[in-house]
């Protein structure tokens, strides 16, 4: 019999098809595809980005080569950075000018480098960099939420196949995190504790779900999984801001990343993979008194092993063949782990 | 600049990439892949699928050849047929027993057969069929939420190429949908009309994202498009509820389904997609009395050209780099057309 799951969270609700067991080999797709021919993120190839606006060097002069980590806008941006927001009401129809930021952040000169093949010196740069750019980009009023992320493989989304991750600020609170949000808040009025902090909690106390744990984080396959591998990464400690995260966090965190994509590049043959940092919305002080208690930021990895179809479109609910407490087990037993 | 523009009924953002405007021929990833081999959809092979539930036959036997449609139980049904609903608290956690019905609509006894080479006939026939399947799964009083959806191709999720449809009746009502349903509350408290209806008033009026048009349905590219091409399609007349379809308004159906599927083989070369059926909750009498003046059904059609990617999936808000109404003019460029 499938398992119907709820995720406490979202309210969204997961078939679990407990029957269908598979192996991880029963979800490759295909290897992460590789984006061939001239690739404008490799070392020497600085002028053909837009100029750097942040980067770890070691003396050498700007959009040289030479570097351990370029910040660069995006070529393409989704939205734009000049500009002033201004919203317009058509009848029924709400619309508002695209403003926003768009960056790239280069992760590494090597075009052969990835998260899964890194040292934790390389990993920490990349994450010192989040925070680096997340502060930087709060200092713009004119937004409201920033998103880290990182589309590796062309299933993900990825068009070039450097090591890179994203960010994009928007000036609005994307829906899916407000949802996440208020949710959030409607448990911590209901129950005086972050909803996050129960999930830790409990999923500590079972142990049948957690892949990785260190000093500062806990990595584990969500009760209600939608995918096939999908993990969270959750700080012990309750905090509501990413931007925050202190130097010995960070180095907890690099142990999880270089623990986690070897075991994924092991057991699913180098997926495709996306994962999002969710943390709080930016200027929101004063307007959202309780949101340090009610938000809990954390990661969510989701590797592509299955196809988005009808039914989850039409429903916003998934079916997902691979229960989370075996991938736990798959991915323990790839070993590595911290 | 890009345009952030907000879906009315779901409170969904998007940002139309107006600036990076593209011809259809720049979202094609692939024609929808085909799968090769045995296929046990094809007349002659009735005896490798479940035993039909229904079917539209001239007097033949039962699983025998000669027949028009058939619809079959999932071979590997995502829920189960059998057993009681038996609900689970764990703590925060919640779940539920796997009871719901998954059916196969064999379209055709043709392998070659699909929606955009099909004559009006066939179409009519489909379409009825979902009626009656619809109606009959209504009757197991277990259930809450019967979905009618259509992968079409492998990008799209269909594991099969022959021409089929499915339905999964849930015991519960998906998030996605209800969130549709209170967001058309809301709306029809507040207005005292429906905010389907609304957006049909305002794009006939505008008729600049309308796509074809006959006596009893409209169809257009949503104003806050997710995907390019994407297009909705409403009955006129105010309705909840898709099973109340009537004979009249089945041949209008058929004339939009007959119009749109050959212009996105046309232009956007045998695209892969999904269609989706939105329509009321099942056994809601007496539960919500107001739903059959605030909800309005419709099919919400989906070609899969792009990559569904970190951002999206972070956020729920999505990019999308075909404005409708562009969308629109492409489509009716193509010909044909109500």
Known sequence: ??????????????????????????????????????????????????????????????????????????????????????????????????IGRHEVIIETPSHTKFLHNMDENEIRLILETYKIRYNKLKEDVRLRYILIFKNYGFEAGASLSHSHSQIIATPIVPKR???????????????????????????????????????????FAPFASRFPFELWVLPKKHTAFFEEIKEDEIKSLVKIFSSIFPKYYKILNDPSYNYII?????????????????????????????????????TGFYINPMPPEKAAEFLINAGGGT
């Open 1 to 98: 019999m499938p398992d119907l799951r709820k995720d406490p969270v979202s309210g969204r609700w997961v078939i679990i098809a407990t029957e269908r067991a598979k192996r991880p080999d029963d979800f490759i797709i295909e290897k992460a595809q590789k984006v061939e021919g001239f690739c404008p993120f490799c070392e020497g190839n600085e002028s053909k980005t837009p100029p750097e606006v942040y980067a770890v060097r070691d003396g050498s002069m700007k959009d040289t080569p030479n570097w351990k980590i370029r910040v660069v806008p995006n070529k393409f941006p989704a939205l734009s950075s000049d500009g002033e927001i201004k919203s317009q009401r058509d009848g029924i129809y709400r619309s508002m000018t695209g």
């Open 177 to 219: 995190v407000s949802e996440e949000l208020y949710s959030a808040r409607n448990f911590y009025l209901e129950h005086r504790n972050c909803i996050f902090c129960e999930i830790l909690k409990k999923e500590i106390d079972e142990r049948i779900r957690i892949v990785d744990e260190n000093e500062h984080f806990v990595c």
């Open 278 to 314: 969710h943390t709080a919305p930016v200027q929101m002080s004063g307007k959202w008194p309780t949101i340090e208690y009610d938000y809990h930021w954390h990661i969510e990895i989701i590797p592509k092993l299955t196809k988005v179809a009808g039914f989850e479109w039409g």
